[in-house]
């Protein structure tokens, strides 16, 4: 199970704040305890409150690399803010591409533009893809694999290794009215997915989206974790300092067969 850090990400008060105030130590704190924590790749994200995004792109990406080598996760929809990390973070540490819709309604080429610049950018450089397009976020398996089939097609006409490619089939909070069949939609989407080509895409979600604004966020973060992981989910944008999460986590990867069963199996996964 590929784990995305979560936590750098404006959108969280103390990033905010550690933005506002040039405050390295805050960031590079957060990398070096999610990284202990078990996260393959850091997300880093300026959140709404910087003005200038690229900038601030650049800066948390610097902060970050001075004290950690972990793989970075470039998080910004604006493809410019994308291409500002690109030019400083380092690419053979690995990075993701997060994340481009199919299309857009003005601008269409979008995924073209971060399939290329990954593959300009070297070797181990990812994408991931959101199954959107040019008419928003589907409500529906069938569409959100449609679309899905159309990011696979796209990969491989521009010679892009399906391996990296990440689909993320957007999860969005359970409590929004009329939209709590989604969950159950995705999961059955995850499943098609995952046979959409061989080797298979990543498949990948910014797991937290779903209980924002709820209450037991974690017990609904991880229950939900679970049940994808059975469905084909390998790899998710978490709270990895959540270590309920990260047992489940550890204890659905063992049931599906990918860890093998000790008594210890808990501390062995990561
Ligand atoms: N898909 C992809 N990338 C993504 C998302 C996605 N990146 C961003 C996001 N969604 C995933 N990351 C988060 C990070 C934090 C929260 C949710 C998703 C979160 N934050 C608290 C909140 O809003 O309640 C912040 C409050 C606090 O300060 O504690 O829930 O879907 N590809």
Redesign the pocket.
Known sequence: MLLIG?RI?G???DVKQAIADKDKTVIQNLAAGQVKAGAAYL?V?VGTAAADQEGTMQWLVEAIQETCQASLCL?SQKFNVIQAGLKVVNPDNGVLL??SPLNKKNDEEILDKFIEAAQQAGPKVSV?T?TMDKNGVPQDTDSRVAIAAEIVGKAMEKGFDTQKLFI?P??LPVNVPNAQVQPQNILAAIEQIRYLCDPAPHI???L??LS?GTSERSLINRIYLAMAISRGADSA?VDVLDTELMNAVATAEMLMNKQIYSDSFLKVCF
């Open positions: 979560e990400n959108m969280f008060e997300d994200n998080d997060n994340s991931i959101l993320d957007i999860i990948t979600m910014g937290s989206n924002q944008i």
